[in-house]
T-cell receptor, first 112, second 111 residues
């Protein structure tokens, strides 16, 4: 069965530092992959998605993610963290039944 | 811009009462999902519809939960009777081309 694993339920980075949020998926077929962000008291918002083609995907707010099939990974990065990036981030994958499977989420804390 | 709307945004009710949550998907989106989010369980898929037909409701407690789409502009999630363990944030999402757009959620508290 399809599964999505996010390493680290909480990640803290200093303002201006690199953000790296890790995501690994399990799948026997090339998946569709997503990153969503959830700000407090809001619904999830799509940051970026990978379907086919270029493996480096750029999203909103300066985030990007790279699909690495050999590592079954889809890590999310941002070169320089901003205080407004503090939120919860969810990695997700589309499974064979056309349902999106979400990871448990990683809460990103930005230190001043 | 087009958004998924959910009502009510907050609901406090007593155990045993019926609760109905409503969702208006984005016009033109043919797939609608209901999720529940809690601190302990995270985000759980309860049910989803495509072209108003229920495709999967295996995530829902069948004895008390029901989900319907009476028309393309309205999806409902009903809990009867409600229990304290149903306290959570319930999200509706509508989708096109596998991109899901989430509503702001209904925060349900059952006392």
């Amino acid at each position: 069965a399809q599964s999505v694993t996010q390493l680290g339920s909480h990640v803290s980075v200093s303002e201006g530092a690199l953000v790296l949020l890790r995501c690994n998926y399990s799948s026997s077929v090339p998946p569709y992959l997503f990153w969503y962000v959830q700000y407090p008291n809001q619904g999830l918002q799509l940051l970026l998605k990978y379907t086919t083609g270029a493996t480096l995907v750029k999203g909103i707010n300066g985030f990007e993610a790279e699909f690495k099939k050999s590592e079954t990974s889809f890590h999310l990065t941002k070169p320089s963290a901003h205080m407004s990036d503090a939120a919860e981030y969810f990695c997700a994958a589309l499974n064979r039944d056309d349902k999106i499977i979400f990871g448990k989420g990683t809460r990103l804390h930005i230190l001043p | 811009d087009a958004r998924v709307t959910q009502t009510p945004r907050h609901k406090v009710t007593e155990m045993g009462q019926e609760v109905t949550m409503r969702c208006q998907p984005i016009l033109g989106h043919n797939t609608v999902f209901w999720y529940r989010q809690t601190m302990m369980q995270g985000l759980e898929l309860l049910a989803y519809f495509r072209n108003r037909a229920p495709l999967d409701d295996s995530g829902m407690p069948k004895d008390r939960f029901s989900a319907e789409m009476p028309d393309a502009t309205l999806a409902t999630l009903k809990i009867q009777p409600s229990e304290p363990r149903d306290s959570a944030v319930y999200f509706c999402a509508s989708a096109v081309s596998y991109e899901q757009y989430f509503g702001p959620g209904t925060r349900l508290t059952v006392t």
